[in-house]
């Protein structure tokens, strides 16, 4: 189970798209990732393959987080998930997240 993010925020970069950072605790175990997905091509389309890989450091573990280029004014749906050294997926619970690009 994945708690609350912090993010995702939006910083500016052109007219027509941003680079939207997310950013979320998750405890894992070793060989673990954790990703974002969602209803936009550039977070997969809801397909866990084509999920962005966040990325966390020693020192700052248990934060993940990853920046995407995606394109202004849409409403975009996502949700965390992990994906475990077997493969299998784990779903954020709840609904999914929602934000405009």
């Known amino acids: ?3 609350p993010p912090s993010g995702p925020s939006a910083a500016g970069a052109g007219m027509d798209a941003a680079d939207v ?3 979320v ?3 894992t ?5 954790v990703r974002v997905v969602g209803s936009a091509d550039g977070l ?6 084509g999920a962005v890989a966040l990325r966390t450091e ?3 573990y248990p934060r993940w987080s990853g920046a995407v280029r995606l394109p202004r004014g ?3 749906e996502f949700k965390f998930i992990k994906v475990l050294p077997n493969k299998q997926v784990e779903w ?3 609904p999914n997240r929602k934000m405009a690009s």
Not at 29 to 33: D, L, N, Q, T, V
Not at 44 to 49: S, T
């Open 1 to 3: 189970r994945l708690p």
């Open 21 to 23: 950072v997310f950013s």
């Open 25 to 27: 605790l998750a405890e």
């Open 29 to 33: 175990a070793p060989g673990s990732e």
């Open 44 to 49: 997969g389309r809801w397909h866990p393959e």
């Open 58 to 60: 020693p020192d700052k």
């Open 74 to 76: 849409l409403g975009i």
């Open 92 to 94: 954020e619970d709840g």
